[in-house]
């Protein structure tokens, strides 16, 4: 069973916010969620991520996140999307692991394509 | 500006051959990384290594080894290819922040076994 679950694909107008969501399951009390952006070359970016501990939304840039710790979900926000925003998005979980060591699982991306 | 090149870019192989897939990082981090990229998956982590000389096993690293000579350079190995080893196999290296470690990727390599 995936621990990171995410939609497949979804779809919006440029201008528009763009919500894509994903649920995680773990048992540690601290974590982190990350957000990774995959481009049309392959190239992976990374855009934000939001520690367990910290009950503030995190912001970058027209990237933000709601979450919701309680439910083990969070969202990427995208504001005022365009066209060049399109491509796959990831999220992924980094925990602690037995050995002191951070791993991160993945989900299996959101397709997003913007239409102009 | 950081930097992860991979090579080659393609690569078709035959089952039962030898292929090796390189990666070099200019970033100067010591945690280097590969993945492997299967449709309706996410990352899936092979190898990785903390520094020069060492590596470490992955989620799968079953058919696969890994070689790290250098802080630069990092390789992924297979022995003896199979077509379930189809796949894009991605680089990457970290900047060593624990758990908020940020990967910079290359741009991946897609292998294809005959």
């Known amino acids: 069973a995936q621990r990171v679950t995410q939609v497949q694909s979804t779809g919006s107008s440029q201008w528009g916010e763009v919500t894509l969501d994903c649920s995680y399951e773990?048992?540690?009390?601290?974590?982190?969620i990350l957000w990774y952006r995959q481009l049309f070359s392959g190239e992976m970016v990374f855009l934000i991520y939001?520690?367990?501990?910290d009950t503030q939304n995190q912001r970058s840039g027209h990237y933000s996140v709601v979450f919701q710790k309680s439910f083990k979900s969070i969202s990427l926000v995208i504001s005022a999307s365009q066209p060049e925003d399109s491509g796959t998005y990831f999220c992924?979980?980094?925990?602690?692991?037995?050995?002191?060591?951070?791993?991160?699982?993945w989900g299996s991306g959101t397709k997003l394509i913007i239409k102009p | 500006e950081a930097a992860v090149t991979q090579s080659p870019r393609n690569k078709v192989a035959v089952t039962g051959g030898k292929v090796t897939l390189s990666c070099n990082q200019t970033?100067?981090?010591?945690?280097m990384y590969w993945y492997r990229q299967d449709t309706g998956h996410g990352l899936r982590l092979i190898h990785y290594?903390?520094?020069?000389?060492?590596?470490e096993k992955g989620d799968i690293p079953d058919g696969y080894k890994a070689s790290r000579p250098s802080q630069e350079n990092f390789s992924l190995i297979l022995e003896l290819a199979t077509p379930s080893q189809t796949s894009v196999y991605f680089c990457?290296?970290?900047?060593?922040?624990?758990?908020?470690?940020?990967?910079?990727f290359g741009s991946g390599t897609r292998l294809t076994v005959l």
């Open positions: 990457a290296s970290g900047d060593g922040r624990g758990d908020a470690e940020t990967l910079y």
């Open positions: 970033n100067n981090h010591n945690n």
């Open positions: 290594s903390y520094g020069a000389g060492s590596t």
């Open positions: 773990t048992s540690e009390y601290s974590y982190l």
């Open positions: 939001q520690p367990s501990f």
């Open positions: 992924a979980l980094s925990e602690l692991t037995g050995d002191s060591n951070y791993q991160l699982i």
